[in-house]
């Protein structure tokens, strides 16, 4: 502990260096020009940090995502159930009643669209949402089989996540079904589109509002793991059903960041490697 009092920001590559010396365990991984990260192995979360320079924050970062939700590491919204109270947060999704596309990425599929979020009074646009398979947040400890996250950008550049967790169960929310409409083919590839059905926020937009939302300050759950996220994690889950749930998953596969430390905890893989430097 007394060690880290004296991490300066120029010892850092060192340390990182030190650190990955030691964890035989990890393969040796030249850092690449473009490099491309997933989900294992030497690509993996737990080597992101190594990937690039500018990844250091998915190492080092103090506020990275995605936590284990609990009622005393995040604020509730809304604080009482006035309609004033409520009025203060927003969420809406533009309608796409001719379909759009969703797009497979290799590490999400992903779909472009517009969108508004209010919170208090900032107001950010919808840049696009996308899914992890399984959730990326837990609540309480408990995981869920599938999270959305719809990404929005405010004037300042800064940026807010809207995370919603789904649940499996007998039938989906239309607006999910009719996403991954066309999906359900394995020469859907990264790379590949598939054209979605008509697509109606109506539904989510009351489901999200009429939720708790548990916020706090966060990070980008894939590299470059930037902080000064502004996270609004929905408290209860969305209903996929159970055909949609198995054609996402066929086609996603697994791209979960894990659960990393408390908000203003030191991070798991800082920890880690200091364990290991004190043997
Ligand atoms: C939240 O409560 C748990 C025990 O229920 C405790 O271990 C943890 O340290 C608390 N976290 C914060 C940020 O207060
Ligand atoms: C809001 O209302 C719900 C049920 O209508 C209740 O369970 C909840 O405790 C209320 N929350 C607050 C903060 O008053
Ligand atoms: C979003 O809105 C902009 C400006 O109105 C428009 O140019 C763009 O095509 C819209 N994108 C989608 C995906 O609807
Ligand atoms: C929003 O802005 C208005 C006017 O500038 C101000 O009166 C109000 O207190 C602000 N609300 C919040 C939640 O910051
Ligand atoms: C399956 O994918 C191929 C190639 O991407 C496409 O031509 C075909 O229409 C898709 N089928 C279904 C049912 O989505
Ligand atoms: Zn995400």
Same mark, same amino acid.
């Given at each position: ?83 004033? @109270? ?6 809406? *999704? %533009? &309608? ?8 497979? /990425?290799? =590490? ?91 697509? @109606? ?6 489901? *999200? %509002? &009429? ?8 990070? /980008?759950? =894939? ?57």
């Amino acid at each position: 502990m007394k060690f880290m009092l004296l991490l300066l920001p120029s010892m850092i590559p060192v340390i990182t260096a030190m650190c990955d010396h030691r964890t035989s365990h990890f393969k040796k991984r030249a850092i690449v020009a473009a490099p491309e990260f997933g989900y294992h192995g030497d690509n993996g979360p737990l080597v992101w940090h190594r990937l690039s320079e500018v990844n250091t924050a998915c190492a080092l970062g103090r506020h990275q995502s995605p936590i284990d939700i609990k009622t005393n590491n995040t604020i509730v919204r809304p604080t009482s159930n006035s309609s004033a @109270d409520r009025r203060t947060w927003s969420f809406s *999704v %533009e &309608r796409y009643p001719q379909g759009t596309e969703l797009k497979n /990425l290799g =590490t999400t599929l992903e779909v472009v669209a517009n969108g508004t979020l209010i919170d208090r009074n900032k107001t950010y646009s919808l840049l696009q949402f996308h899914f992890h398979t399984p959730s990326e947040h837990r609540i309480n400890d408990e995981y869920y089989p599938l999270e959305v996250h719809f990404v929005f950008e405010a004037p300042d550049q800064s940026l807010a996540v809207v995370g919603v967790p789904m649940e499996i169960s007998a039938e989906s929310d239309p607006w999910i079904s009719n996403c991954f409409k066309n999906v359900g083919n394995s020469t859907m590839g990264a790379g590949d589109a598939s054209h979605t059905g008509p697509l @109606d926020f109506t539904g989510l937009k009351a489901f *999200v %509002e &009429r939720s708790k939302i548990h916020q706090y300050s966060g990070s /980008l759950t =894939t590299p470059p793991c930037s902080e000064g996220v502004a996270w609004n994690v929905v408290g209860r889950p969305l209903n996929i059903d159970v055909a949609t749930y198995r054609k996402v998953k066929k086609v996603m596969g697994y791209n979960a960041r894990y659960t990393q430390s408390d908000p203003g905890e030191v991070n798991d893989l800082e920890s880690s490697c200091m364990a290991s430097m004190h043997h």
